[in-house]
């Protein structure tokens, strides 16, 4: 059919209806993030911004972790990240920086603690994670695939919110594009949720990718390939929330 779709577009926010794919792909409208998506790009930035620079300060010598907290530049890592999110720099995307250094800081104590190793190793030891991990997703009718991290053979979804299902969903298309581009085995997922009541707090869901969830998303992706092509309009979801941003598309004849 020639269509192709993101993985976000295949797992959807919202719309149950899925509109919101017809208004963007058929019609071609667009519309501006709103405040929240921008906060959550944002803070993605700082995650993936803030693993990298750790990696580049471990590997250029710094394996002792009051050496890489006093060389980590939190706030710069914040700004670069507001700026490539088109958001609004936010005091949390400072404090998330600063947590990721004092975890990655005391992993490295720990490593040193236990044997002496080169810098390469210890970074990668102390940062495992390969942030913004990205693959050809045309093999599976899909966009360029950019999972948040791998983890050895763990794919990793980072969000700011609430625990859906729909985001182990993505995990599943994740390990399927990997699978596909690396013909490497991809079995198991990790959600990550980051909050900030009272602090910085990360809660760590692991996924197991079998064969159900697998399914689920190609039967999505299918059906969502079919829609675009058609260019059928699929009408309004039954339960809108006036907070998306195509609100006015589909309620007032325009944004």
């Given at each position: ?6 993985v ?14 017809y ?9 501006d993030?709103?405040d929240?998506?921008?906060?959550g790009a ?12 750790l990696?580049?300060?471990?590997e ?6 009051w ?6 530049d ?7 990240a507001?700026?490539?999110?088109g958001a ?11 947590y ?15 044997s ?14 390969l942030?913004e991990?990205?693959?050809?997703g045309?093999p ?6 950019r ?5 050895h053979?763990v ?17 599943a ?14 079995d198991?997922g990790?959600?990550?949720?980051i909050?900030f ?13 079998g064969e159900?969830?697998r399914?689920?998303?190609l ?13 059928s ?8 929330d006036?907070?998306?941003?195509l609100?006015?598309?589909c ?5």
């Open positions: 059919m020639g269509v192709r779709l993101s976000s577009e295949v797992v959807g926010g919202g719309c149950e209806s899925r509109r919101d794919l208004l963007k792909r058929v019609l071609k409208v667009k519309v993030p709103n929240g998506m921008k906060f944002y803070i993605h930035e700082v995650f993936r911004r803030s693993l990298a620079a990696r580049r300060l471990i250029g010598g710094a394996t002792k972790g050496e890489l907290i006093h060389e980590f939190a706030e710069t890592v914040a700004e670069e507001a700026s490539a999110a609004e720099a936010d005091p949390r995307g400072v404090e998330l920086a600063r990721l250094a004092v975890q990655v800081a005391a992993r490295v104590d720990e490593i040193a603690s236990r002496s190793a080169d810098p390469l190793s210890v970074a990668a030891r102390a940062v495992p994670l942030a991990y990205v693959v050809d045309r599976l009718g899909l966009t360029l695939v999972a948040d991290a791998l983890y053979d794919v990793v979804e980072v969000k700011v919110g609430a625990y859906s299902e729909r985001h182990a969903l993505a995990l298309g994740y390990a399927l594009a990997v699978e596909a581009d690396e013909e490497v085995p991809v198991a990790l959600l990550i949720y909050s009541n009272g602090g910085v707090k990360l809660r760590a869901y692991p996924v197991a990718i159900g969830l399914r689920e998303f039967e999505e992706r299918n059906k969502l390939m079919e829609l675009v092509a058609s260019g309009d699929p009408g309004l979801s039954p339960k809108c006036d907070k998306c941003p609100w006015g598309y309620h007032g004849g325009g944004g």
